[in-house]
């Protein structure tokens, strides 16, 4: 595609609920990161994949968040048994793979857990 | 573990005015990328400049450029003749040079131009 989609653009759900957001990167991008941004907050980083691998976990802030990506494109970001902190807009981006420097964004979910 | 510290939560010029953004950054590496980003309202990140920490000469896209004192490991952004649509949060961003490492961001700086 020409940028990058993520859906939905806003999510409001009940807390404990499983949500699932969805990141398109755009086409060729082999790496693909997600962000966090808490209100008031820079970025906090969760998880990458190099293809269809993620190296580093680390940044999943618990065992509820897990991120799956398929077919070296779509990734899906699982929040299960959501809580209110959780609240926050998720963010997307991919870049052309190893060594290229330039992250491409997109316009983020904005999750809210009432 | 590499940091990002933005100082200036908010910030504000007057149109047609310059204003600099802070940033400093803590790492031990030697070869790295830094990066401004702008998000407005959107909320989708813009990319508005990088430098690389091995090029002495500040880089310069416009009406935007850096000061990057490498020694000091601060980065600060210049925006001259500031313009309405430069309202934004911008984040000053560092990634390590090898492999496909995330970028690490700062907290931003809140930008708001008045007319």
């Known amino acids: 595609g020409a940028g990058v989609s993520q859906s939905p653009s806003n999510k409001v759900t009940e807390k404990g609920k499983d949500v699932e957001l969805r990141c398109d990167p755009i086409s060729g991008h082999t790496a693909l990161y997600w962000y966090r941004q808490s209100l008031g907050q820079g970025l906090e980083f969760l998880i990458y994949?190099?293809?269809?691998?993620?190296?580093?976990k680390s940044g999943l802030p618990s065992d509820r968040f897990s991120a799956e990506r398929t077919g070296g494109s779509v990734s899906t970001l699982t929040i299960q048994r959501t809580q209110q902190e959780d609240s926050a807009v998720y963010l997307c981006a991919s870049s052309l793979g190893l060594m290229n420097t330039e992250a491409f964004f997109g316009q983020g979910t904005r999750l809210t857990v009432v | 573990a590499q940091t990002v510290t933005q100082s200036q939560p908010e910030m504000s010029v007057q149109e047609a005015e310059t204003v600099t953004l802070s940033c400093t950054y803590d790492t031990s590496e030697s070869d790295y990328y830094l990066f401004w980003y702008k998000q407005p309202p959107s909320r989708q990140m813009i990319l508005v400049i990088r430098q690389e920490a091995y090029k002495q000469q500040n880089a310069t896209e416009n009406r935007f450029s850096v000061n990057f004192q490498k020694a000091a490991k601060s980065f600060s952004l210049k925006i001259s003749d500031s313009q309405l649509g430069d309202a934004a949060m911008y984040f000053c961003?560092?990634?390590?040079?090898?492999?496909?490492?995330?970028?690490?961001f700062g907290k931003g700086t809140r930008l708001s131009v008045i007319a």
């Open positions: 961003a560092y990634r390590f040079l090898s492999g496909n490492t995330p970028l690490v």
């Open positions: 994949f190099q293809g269809n691998s993620a190296p580093d």
